[in-house]
């Protein structure tokens, strides 16, 4: 009898925990995969004529970008805009990165050079030389980016529409990253998918609502709205600079949105699975504000929801198969979105459970190793984790 009550204590808990689960891909998921199909897409607006276009500013901070910089140089030099200013800051670069901007701004009228030789304290660097940017700029709208970044000829007329025609005050793209192999693939897609899910970018430009993104790639905003919500000033030691100069703008009462770049905005963001694993180090403990409850919260989330129902479904049987089915077809079904618009096999939807694995060692490493160091190493520069805590936004 003992036995039977507690296999039915078993089942029952079972049964709850996986109703749990099945609920959020329901409720949650299924919500934030609908709002994505009515993301604006860059491709269906019109390029803004020569009098619908402001003076923009497009900001970035490199450092040693010697091998990604004359790539993206190039398609800089082909943005069609009529008045466009490039500010490009030189980070304290190691490399030849300062010599390459310079080399091209000889070249281009448009193009500024700023050169950061030392960092002054209470500051990261990558915010210090944007707000170094921002004050040699002229732009009635800022652009901020990354130095790697690859640029459509026509996005800044198309982002200047979408900005015209749903009176926004600030625009963030999503581009294509670049994937090579397997596991780049694997890791990233998975990333895009929880990356929506956790934001919810389509409630980003409802007022009522609290989500906000950020992409460091792409962020056009109107130069009032960027001085109203603080600069860069408010982000001095944020990592997560980008995200979080989309929360301080929405939370600072102006429309922010999220639109679809595809091959118009294209970044190449880490080489190979090592590099992604070592290159997020600095951001997953970050993005959850240096709290260890918060870190751990999260990855045993992580692989309730995208790992158990998996293991369930050939495990278990009766109701709790049933949920974690529905589950498991609601993830896949959300996986196959994301690949698509990221122009993947549809079949890396089934990587699902390891990509959630490799993401939760991910954000273990990224706690463990902040916390052995006692902060985070960027840029050249070692930043207390005490600072860093101060510093969130």
């Not at 281009?108 to 660097?125: I, N, Q, S, T």
């Not at 990558?126 to 009635?140: F, I, N, P, R």
């Not at 693939?185 to 609290?210: C, E, M, N, Y």
């Not at 902060?375 to 969130?392: D, Q, S």
Request: proline letters at 3%; hydrophobic letters at 50%.
């Amino acid at each position: 009898m003992t036995a039977i009550t507690a296999a039915r204590v078993e089942y029952i808990a079972g049964l709850a925990l996986f109703g749990l689960i099945a609920f959020f891909w329901a409720f949650r998921g299924l919500r934030v995969a609908q709002g994505a199909l009515h993301l604006p897409w860059i491709k269906d607006f019109v390029p803004a004529a020569d009098r619908d276009c402001p003076r923009i500013s497009l900001i970035f901070a490199a450092r040693d970008e010697q091998e990604k910089l004359p790539a993206a140089l190039a398609t800089l030099a082909a943005i069609d805009y009529p008045q466009l200013e490039i500010i490009a800051v030189n980070d304290r670069s190691q490399d030849r990165t300062g010599q390459i901007l310079d080399d091209f701004a000889q070249g281009h009228e448009y193009f500024r050079v700023a050169h950061v030789d030392k960092l002054p304290a209470g500051w990261l660097g990558k915010t210090h030389a944007l707000q170094t940017g921002y004050d040699g700029s002229t732009g009635d709208w800022l652009l901020f980016t990354d130095a790697d970044v690859r640029f459509g000829p026509d996005v800044m007329r198309r982002s200047v529409s979408v900005m015209n025609e749903r009176l926004l005050d600030h625009l963030t793209l999503f581009g294509d990253v670049e994937m090579d192999g397997f596991w780049e693939k694997v890791l990233i897609t998975f990333f895009g998918l929880t990356f929506q899910v956790a934001t919810d970018p389509h409630r980003v430009s409802s007022p009522d609502s609290w989500t906000y993104v950020g992409v460091g790639a792409f962020q056009l905003l109107k130069r009032s709205a960027y001085e109203a919500a603080g600069t860069h000033r408010r982000l001095a030691m944020e990592v997560v600079d980008d995200m979080k100069l989309g929360k301080i703008v929405k939370q600072a009462g102006f429309r922010s949105s999220v639109g679809l770049a595809q091959e118009r905005v294209i970044v190449r963001w880490h080489a190979g699975l090592g590099n992604l694993v070592r290159g997020v180090t600095k951001n997953f403990f970050a993005a959850l504000g240096y709290n260890v409850g918060l870190a751990l919260f999260a990855a045993i989330g992580m692989l309730l929801l995208n790992v158990a129902p998996f293991v369930a479904i050939f495990t278990s049987h009766g109701w709790i198969r049933a949920l974690a089915a529905t589950a498991v077809l609601i993830a896949l079904g959300f996986h196959v979105g994301v690949d698509v618009v990221m122009r993947v096999s549809p079949l890396y939807a089934l990587t699902h459970p390891i990509g959630a694995l490799l993401f939760c060692y991910m954000l273990l490493r990224s706690t463990a190793v902040t916390l052995w160091n006692g902060g985070v190493t960027w840029r050249g520069t070692f930043y207390p984790l005490k600072e860093l805590k101060r510093g969130v936004v």
